[in-house]
């Protein structure tokens, strides 16, 4: 695996985005939650060493110990940089797969018809507006009631943060402020986001742990039916974050609709 910082120049101003990157074949773009690039590293490095896949995995500006420009408070564009990214290493046939906040950022890349895209995969997303449905307020709850709403079994995969060397409390508490910043003033969700999804042209597949109370599995058939032939995927015995509580579940799932709809067959 390689760890490189990519220089973006942007409408606003430059950009530096740190990436790690590895394996070979079909190219996938990687994108964290709320908890930082750790969620998905050990995925990342699962999905390339189990099928062949070139993993990226970009670390969101302003988490794990990363800087984040004053200007660049908003997931629209974060998707942008993405998208820009994705041009500058030259890649092509991507399959997008987000998480959470990630999966929020995926859908804004999808709305932005990028033809180096073939597939994109909404995992246990947020984002959109669902009445009756709220998202979970995880900026007002404790570390142990975060983990009783998002994984299936909490007592496996809690971190009781008191337990941390003073590093690690001081990037989740970075962490935590990039995650304010990004989830805008409705915090996490944009009001207009489900209906613009209507214009989303690229295969989707939304796969939605099935006991996840941050977003509830309602939220995240909602989600499907709000983007043109999407397709639902219940996964089973797992939370809001299926690649740490069922990696191999969440690898089958992903890959196998990454194939299906990849372009750039041998």
């Not at 420009?69 to 993405?82: G, I, M, R, S």
């Not at 998208?83 to 950022?105: A, F, H, M």
């Not at 295969?203 to 909602?222: F, I, K």
């Amino acid at each position: 695996m390689t760890s490189t910082v990519h220089t973006l120049s942007l409408p606003s101003g430059d950009l530096d985005i740190t990436v790690d990157d590895q394996g070979q074949g079909h190219p996938f773009l990687l994108l964290h939650g709320g908890g930082g690039p750790q969620t998905v590293a050990p995925f990342a490095g699962l999905l390339a060493d189990r099928r062949p896949a070139r993993v990226i995995t970009p670390v969101h500006p302003g988490f794990g110990g990363t800087a984040r420009p004053d200007w660049l408070t908003d997931v629209a564009t974060l998707a942008q940089a993405y998208v820009q990214l994705l041009d500058e290493l030259g890649l092509t046939d991507v399959t997008v797969v987000g998480n959470s906040i990630g999966g929020w950022i995926t859908a804004e890349i999808a709305l932005l018809g990028s033809d180096r895209i073939s597939s994109v995969v909404l995992v246990n997303a947020a984002g959109i507006k669902v009445p009756g449905h709220p998202i979970a307020d995880t900026f007002s709850i404790t570390p142990a009631e975060l983990s009783r709403l998002a994984f299936h079994d909490p007592a496996k995969f809690a971190v009781d943060p008191t337990t941390l060397p003073e590093a690690a409390r001081a990037v989740m508490a970075a962490n935590r402020a990039a995650l304010e910043a990004y989830s805008g003033p409705y915090v996490m969700e944009d009001p207009t986001l489900r209906e613009r999804l209507a214009k989303v042209m690229h295969p989707a597949l939304v796969a939605w742990g099935e006991s996840d109370e941050v977003c509830d599995t309602d939220y995240g058939r909602a989600y499907a039916e709000a983007i043109p032939q999407a397709r639902f995927e219940l996964l089973h015995g797992t939370g809001h974050m299926p690649q740490i509580e069922t990696p191999e579940q969440l690898l089958t799932v992903v890959w196998d609709f990454a194939d299906a709809h990849a372009t750039n067959r041998p």
